[in-house]
């Protein structure tokens, strides 16, 4: 049974860091692309970032490029997403998803049509 888990959310003033976590099981980490996406309220959900070890890729969209930065540990079967210089519009639930066939080598790869989501975790920018 696949399973997505994140964590690391919570309230961080502008110009702070977080680093969100997303433990996967029931699934070998190294074959899928793992996505990281968030929802604010009243927006749809947008990907910011994803990566697929297996093509050594990563791909973020533009407003997070310099600021947030995808990793995983393979060993502990976890994505992470570190995200410094928070601004307020980074304010959103963030999930992450899985997907057996994308590549994280275009803007198509942030699409939202990825098979296994988490539940998200909460990031709140605020002073």
């Known amino acids: 049974q696949v399973q997505l888990v994140e964590s690391g959310g919570g309230l961080v003033q502008p110009g702070g860091s977080l680093r969100l976590s997303c433990v996967a099981s029931g699934f070998t980490l190294h074959d899928y692309a793992i996505g990281w996406f968030r929802q604010a309220p009243g927006k749809q959900r947008e990907g910011v970032s994803c990566i697929r070890s297996s093509r050594g890729s990563t791909y973020y969209r533009d407003s997070v490029k310099g600021r947030f930065s995808i990793s995983r540990d393979n060993a502990k079967s976890t994505v992470y997403l570190q995200m410094n210089s928070l601004k307020p519009e980074d304010t959103a639930v963030y999930y992450c998803?899985?997907?057996?066939?994308?590549?994280?080598?275009?803007?198509?790869?942030?699409?939202?049509?990825?098979?296994?989501w988490g539940q998200g975790t909460q990031v709140t920018v605020s002073s």
């Open positions: 998803a899985a997907d057996r066939y994308y590549y994280c080598s275009g803007p198509g790869s942030l699409s939202t049509g990825y098979d296994y």
